[in-house]
């Protein structure tokens, strides 16, 4: 079992912009420890999918994402935006270019945009049972996250001393929907563990309360190494 005790702390980056003319704000500084914002760090991770087309009709895949931290600007708002690019593969062997993901630092929130969607994924300081709604910077309806848990994590053959879950959604009515979701991250790691299942259940008079796939889709991913670049 790998057992993950290394503390340090991510240098605050220091950006100044201007001239003898003009003198511009300086950029909110970065103090994210369980999202490190490190230029030149990866993290990989074991991914399997399943997609629900219908009743029992569904796909199931397994694969492997890489997640670089490759760059950052500034943007309009002078604040520091920071590029992920995530490579995807059958195999850890060959990699190809799947997406490019942006995440910032703001008023102590971490944000992610992903696919053109922003989402608070952790606020600062993080407390247990903290709430904050994490679609304030879409346009999507509230959505309560909170702080499950803090401490100890036990991930396949990682042991982490210092884990945060973030807890999306557990809701299951057995009739209609089942959605659960929640995130995992790792002092000075990040993002360990993600889950998404979310279904609709068939709620036809033969088969309501069978739970009983209708549509829908599961992702579970874990992640399997970490470093730099």
């Not at 980056?13 to 369980?34: H, K, N, Q, R, V």
């Not at 973030?166 to 360990?192: A, C, H, P, Q």
Request: aromatic letters at 18%.
């Amino acid at each position: 079992m790998k057992i993950f005790n290394k503390r340090y702390w991510l240098l605050p980056l220091l950006i100044f912009m201007g001239s003898c003319a003009e003198e511009t704000e300086d950029p909110e500084l970065i103090s994210s420890t369980y999202f490190p914002l490190e230029i030149g760090t990866y993290c990989e991770y074991s991914v399997v999918e399943t997609v629900y087309f219908g009743e029992n009709d569904f796909e199931t895949a397994n694969y492997y994402y890489r997640d670089e931290l490759k760059d950052f600007y500034l943007n309009e708002m002078n604040e520091m935006v920071y590029l992920f690019h995530r490579n995807k593969s059958p195999d850890r062997s060959e990699w190809a270019n799947e997406e490019v993901y942006t995440a910032s630092f703001k008023q102590n929130r971490i944000i992610r945009n992903f696919n053109n969607q922003q989402e608070v994924i952790l606020v600062y300081p993080v407390s247990l049972d903290f709430s904050w709604n994490g679609n304030s910077y879409n346009n999507n309806g509230e959505e309560n996250y909170f702080i499950e848990s803090i401490g100890s994590y036990i991930l396949n053959e990682f042991a982490f001393s210092d884990a945060v879950k973030v807890r999306k959604s557990d809701e299951d009515d057995l009739i209609t929907i089942r959605d659960n979701r929640y995130e995992v991250f790792v002092n000075n790691i990040g993002m360990v563990e993600y889950y998404y299942e979310v279904f609709q259940y068939c709620s036809r008079n033969d088969c309501l309360g069978e739970q009983i796939i209708q549509e829908g889709r599961s992702t579970h991913m874990r992640l399997i190494d970490y470093g730099e670049i």
